[in-house]
């Protein structure tokens, strides 16, 4: 079932920034009085970083790993902004990771460090780490060997393989970033040896290689439960998979670690293995819709158009794969026009929305007074909320009208398409290039009646 409608567009004139200024990397002249004023300023920071911590410890933070992302268009400034967020919650008294994914040199010029494929320390509070899939992929493969060492299923054969010299195959980056965050984060319930108690980070901030792997990433605990689904019908109903099965799922979960107790599943029954499994990508995929444990930001230059669009879509898209968007920022240009369109206030609401100050390439950035500036006041209040009551549920059940009203922003109504192959107990939404199973409850299950798109919403009608 498919819909038209006429497209979202953003205009040209409408969406201006206001005049903030863009900070340079040349040192200050240090005069007496600048030096009172810094102290001053450093003052207040000691204050703030105080009065973060006690906020930190009622938070929550210790008790979990937040994780962190942003989304949006090549060259709107993603990387800026997860960089001034790593500093914003490393300032905060927050023990934070940045996590890059590329080989662009960006996040090394603003931090003024070297990042490598392990932790550098930056500065107080704040390390970062470069993911290279051609180390990632040498400690599964490590464990992999010591798992089949146990359980001898391949008899030598895989503790021939010589890891240094395998190549990387498209589709390898995004599978072993996803592991190496389920090691610094715990998304999955296990925090790996890289964030032990010891070393424990409060908030991971990730810089994905594209906004598109992103988005797979965050609906990829999801989308596997149905493929987990089919394996175990295999495993279970044919004679090939009740004889391989268990041994696999052994090998697999003694390799991946998933559940953390390693080879102990070894005198567990397969249906047991599978249940766990299940259970593991369940809570994995409602982290992301939990905003006190991820925090998904849409990032625009707001004086392009296009930007705005990508943005958009970006939004809609994020919402397919499951998770629930925090906010929008705007990363400004230097002699931007002070007036603020309500451009933004209309297209993207309910999202509270912020501005970044402009960052220009240099030796060095004086973050202290980048992140102490009036200009980042609101960035970085939006940056340290956790709940926001004003946020549509992308979601809603009206029983009394037998309808389904789905929140698609950045989608036109003929891109959204609608299945039904499990009677009327669910529906299958399709759009961005993802599939979401929407489960209906009991009073609004029944065949699709019509649909209506209101306010950048889908509402169905059941009958």
Same mark, same amino acid.
């Given at each position: 079932?498919?819909?038209?409608?006429?497209?979202? @567009?953003? #205009?040209?004139?409408?969406?201006?920034?206001?005049?903030?200024?863009?900070?340079?990397?040349?040192?200050?002249?240090?005069?007496?009085?600048?030096?009172?004023?810094?102290?001053?300023?450093?003052?207040?920071?000691?204050?703030?970083?105080?009065?973060?911590?006690?906020?930190?410890? *009622?938070?929550?933070?210790?008790?979990?790993?937040?994780?962190?992302?942003?989304?949006?268009? #090549?060259?709107?400034?993603?990387?800026?902004?997860?960089?001034?967020?790593?500093?914003? &919650?490393?300032?905060?008294? @927050?023990?934070?990771?940045?996590?890059?994914?590329?080989?662009?040199? =960006?996040?090394?010029y603003l931090l003024n460090c070297k990042?490598?494929?392990?932790?550098?320390?930056?500065?107080?509070?704040?390390?970062?780490?470069?993911? *290279?899939?051609?180390?990632?992929?040498?400690?599964?493969?490590?464990?992999?060997?010591?798992?089949?060492?146990?359980?001898?299923?391949?008899?030598?054969?895989?503790? #021939?393989?010589?890891?240094?010299?395998?190549?990387?195959?498209?589709?390898?980056?995004?599978?072993?970033?996803?592991?190496?965050?389920?090691?610094?984060?715990?998304?999955?319930?296990?925090?790996?040896?890289?964030?032990?108690?010891?070393?424990?980070?409060?908030?991971?901030?990730?810089?994905?290689?594209?906004?598109?792997?992103?988005?797979?990433?965050?609906?990829?605990?999801?989308?596997?439960?149905?493929?987990?689904?089919?394996?175990?019908?295999?495993?279970?109903?044919?004679?090939?998979?009740?004889?391989?099965?268990?041994?696999?799922?052994?090998?697999?979960?003694?390799?991946?670690?998933?559940?953390?107790?390693?080879?102990?599943?070894?005198?567990?029954?397969?249906?047991? %293995?599978?249940? &766990?499994?299940?259970? =593991?990508?369940?809570? #994995?995929?409602?982290v992301f819709a939990e905003p006190h444990?991820?925090?998904? &930001?849409?990032?625009?230059?707001?004086?392009?158009?296009?930007?705005?669009?990508?943005?958009?879509?970006?939004?809609?898209?994020?919402?397919?794969?499951?998770?629930?968007?925090?906010?929008?920022?705007?990363?400004?240009?230097?002699?931007?026009?002070?007036?603020?369109?309500?451009?933004?206030?209309?297209?993207?609401?309910?999202?509270?929305?912020?501005?970044?100050?402009?960052?220009?390439?240099?030796?060095?950035?004086?973050?202290?007074? %980048?992140?102490?500036?009036?200009?980042?006041?609101?960035?970085?209040?939006?940056?340290?909320?956790? =709940?926001?009551?004003?946020?549509?549920?992308?979601?809603?059940?009206?029983?009394?009208?037998?309808?389904?009203?789905?929140?698609?922003?950045?989608?036109?109504?003929?891109?959204?398409?609608? &299945?039904?192959?499990?009677?009327?107990?669910?529906?299958?939404?399709?759009?961005?290039?993802?599939?979401?199973? %929407?489960?209906?409850?009991?009073?609004?299950?029944?065949?699709?009646?019509?649909?209506?798109?209101?306010?950048?919403?889908?509402?169905?009608?059941?009958?």
């Amino acid at each position: 079932m498919a819909f038209c409608s006429s497209p979202l @567009l953003l #205009g040209q004139s409408g969406f201006c920034p206001p005049n903030f200024p863009h900070f340079h990397c040349s040192s200050p002249v240090k005069t007496p009085h600048r030096r009172r004023r810094k102290a001053k300023r450093y003052g207040a920071l000691r204050l703030t970083l105080a009065a973060a911590n006690a906020a930190k410890n *009622e938070a929550g933070y210790s008790k979990s790993t937040k994780l962190v992302t942003f989304l949006g268009k #090549g060259g709107s400034g993603k990387t800026t902004a997860a960089i001034f967020a790593a500093q914003h &919650y490393a300032m905060s008294g @927050l023990k934070t990771c940045l996590v890059i994914q590329s080989q662009d040199p =960006t996040a090394e010029y603003l931090l003024n460090c070297k990042i490598g494929p392990s932790l550098t320390e930056c500065n107080d509070n704040l390390s970062a780490l470069r993911l *290279e899939t051609t180390k990632m992929m040498l400690e599964p493969l490590k464990r992999l060997k010591q798992a089949d060492a146990r359980l001898n299923m391949t008899q030598g054969v895989l503790e #021939g393989v010589v890891g240094e010299e395998l190549g990387v195959l498209p589709g390898m980056d995004s599978i072993f970033s996803a592991l190496e965050l389920e090691r610094l984060v715990g998304f999955l319930g296990n925090v790996g040896s890289r964030n032990s108690e010891k070393g424990k980070f409060d908030v991971v901030v990730y810089d994905g290689i594209s906004t598109e792997e992103t988005i797979r990433m965050i609906g990829a605990t999801s989308k596997a439960r149905l493929y987990l689904k089919y394996l175990r019908s295999l495993a279970e109903k044919t004679d090939l998979g009740r004889v391989a099965g268990p041994s696999l799922l052994r090998l697999a979960d003694d390799a991946l670690s998933l559940s953390g107790r390693g080879a102990n599943l070894n005198g567990r029954m397969s249906s047991e %293995i599978w249940d &766990y499994l299940e259970q =593991t990508l369940e809570k #994995g995929s409602c982290v992301f819709a939990e905003p006190h444990k991820f925090g998904c &930001y849409l990032v625009m230059n707001p004086t392009n158009p296009l930007s705005l669009n990508s943005a958009l879509r970006h939004w809609g898209c994020a919402i397919q794969a499951g998770a629930q968007v925090s906010g929008a920022f705007g990363v400004t240009l230097p002699n931007s026009p002070i007036t603020f369109s309500e451009t933004v206030k209309i297209n993207f609401s309910p999202l509270p929305s912020a501005f970044i100050p402009h960052l220009e390439f240099g030796n060095h950035l004086h973050w202290d007074e %980048i992140m102490m500036s009036n200009h980042s006041k609101d960035a970085r209040a939006l940056l340290s909320e956790t =709940t926001n009551k004003s946020l549509l549920s992308s979601v809603q059940f009206d029983p009394s009208n037998k309808s389904v009203k789905l929140f698609m922003p950045g989608f036109e109504k003929s891109e959204i398409k609608l &299945y039904q192959f499990r009677g009327g107990s669910e529906l299958l939404v399709e759009a961005g290039d993802q599939r979401r199973v %929407i489960r209906l409850p009991p009073q609004i299950q029944g065949k699709v009646g019509g649909a209506k798109f209101v306010d950048r919403s889908l509402v169905i009608t059941m009958r």
